[in-house]
């Protein structure tokens, strides 16, 4: 992301959110605390395997949270993805200040059941 500039002139100030991640036998979930970051202000990637999100907390959104503070919040999070995903049915969305990020795994890489016959 480009080092952009707020009214002030000043760079915004670069942190990482934190992000929960949990797997399950169908998908893999990734919470990140986002709070006060609008969905305009957000971008979602995947790019030869790795997704990453990035984006801009303006101060302005958070009101109370941040007064006395002159800064917007740069923030930016990447991981790399394990081969057996379904990239195409990725979904983000962004709701109460948490993006959540759900992967599906390949139907290939799921585990199945094998049944058992006697002959």
Known sequence: MNQQKTAENKPPRSVAPPVDIYESQEDFLLLADLPGVQKADLTVRLDQGELSFEGLRKRQ?????????????LFRRAFTLPGGIDADKIE????????????????????????????
């Open 92 to 119: 983000a969305n962004l709701n109460s200040g948490v993006l959540r990020l759900r992967i599906p795994k390949a139907a290939a890489f799921k585990p199945r059941q094998i049944a058992v016959t006697s002959s």
């Open 61 to 73: 959104a958070q009101g109370e949270l941040l007064a006395g503070r002159d800064e917007d919040i």
